[in-house]
DNA sequence: CTCATAATAGTAATGATTACTATTTATAAT
DNA sequence: ATTATAAATAGTAATCATTACTATTATGAG
C-alpha cells in the first residue's frame, strides 16, 4: 500500500476523536482544512484502514457505519436520547455462548455482534 | 386500522413462508398473481403489522430487512455460504446480559440484538 | 528523472427504503 | 342503498449511505 497524505489525516481524524464518527463526520472534521478532500475518498480509506486491521469499523443497524481507534474487543450501544454510540466491554458476555448456539441449533457460529441499545449514563443523570 | 386485500395477502404470504422474505421478496412472490401491488405498500404493511406485533422484523447488518412469523422471541443467524436465515433460541443467552452491562458501565440497556453469522447445518454438511 | 500504476477528486450509480400525490376504496352516517 | 370522509393504494420521485467509475494526479521503484 502506497503512502497518501489523505490516508494519513483520515487515520488521524480517527485516532485523535472521543466520539465514534461517521465517515461523513470525518469528511466534514477535515473538509475544511483540506477543501479538495473527497468523500468517496474518506471511505475508501476507512475501509481499507478498518480491512488492515488500524481502525475498527462498527455497522450500526439503520443508521450509518462508525469507525473507532482500534483497542480491546468490545460490544456497542446507541443512546436512544443523544444517539451518542458506548463501548461495552466483551467481559459481559459468557465465552461460551457460540458454543451454546451450536448445541442448541447445530449450526456454527463464526462471529456475532451485539448491539445494545439504552439511555446513557448522562442521558440518564439529565433525565433526573 | 381500516381492512386492506392487499394487507391481508402481504400477511398471509409472511405466515406461509418457512424462510424469513425480504420486502422484496414478499414483493415478487404476490406481484404474479396480483399485478398492480405495489412494492410501497408491501414496505407500509409489513412495517405496520410488524408495529402491531403481527409479525416480527428482523435487521440484518448490511443488506435488506427480512419479516418473520411472530413467534417466541429469538435471535438470527445468517449463513454465510447460503445466505439464508436461521433461528436462535433465545435462551442461549444469559438473563442477566442487561444488568451485567449496566453494572459494567452505568449506561441503562433497555434492549439488545444480537446478529450471529456462521455456517448453517446444511451446507456443513454438504461442505464434507 | 522517468515511468508504471496506485490513489485521488468529482461525479454518477446503486440499493433499500421512505415520501409524495392523485386516485381508489372501506365503512360510517344519512 | 347512497353518499361522504378519510384511510389505503399505485406509481413515481426522493432520500441516504455507500460504492463504482473515470479522468487526473502523485508515489516511489528502477
Known amino acids: 500500500m502506497r503512502y497518501s497524505k489523505q490516508r494519513e489525516i483520515i487515520y488521524n481524524a480517527v485516532m485523535n476523536n ?3 464518527p461517521t465517515a461523513d463526520t470525518v469528511y466534514a472534521m477535515l473538509k475544511a482544512e483540506n ?3 473527497s468523500l468517496g475518498t474518506v471511505y475508501r480509506n476507512l475501509n481499507l484502514l478498518a480491512q488492515n486491521g488500524d481502525i475498527i469499523k462498527i455497522e450500526v443497524l439503520g443508521a450509518a457505519d462508525r469507525y473507532d481507534a482500534k483497542s480491546m474487543p468490545h460490544f456497542h ?3 436512544t436520547e443523544c444517539n451518542e454510540v458506548f463501548d461495552i466491554p466483551y ?3 459468557p465465552e461460551n455462548l457460540a458454543q ?3 448445541d442448541a441449533t447445530g449450526h456454527s457460529i463464526t ?3 451485539i448491539a445494545f441499545k ?3 449514563k448522562n442521558c440518564k443523570k439529565k433525565g433526573e
Open 18 to 20: 472521543l466520539v465514534h
Open 35 to 37: 477543501p479538495e478532500l
Open 77 to 79: 450501544m446507541i443512546c
Open 91 to 93: 467481559t459481559v458476555v
Open 100 to 102: 451454546s448456539a451450536l
Open 111 to 113: 462471529e456475532y455482534d
Open 118 to 120: 439504552g439511555i446513557c
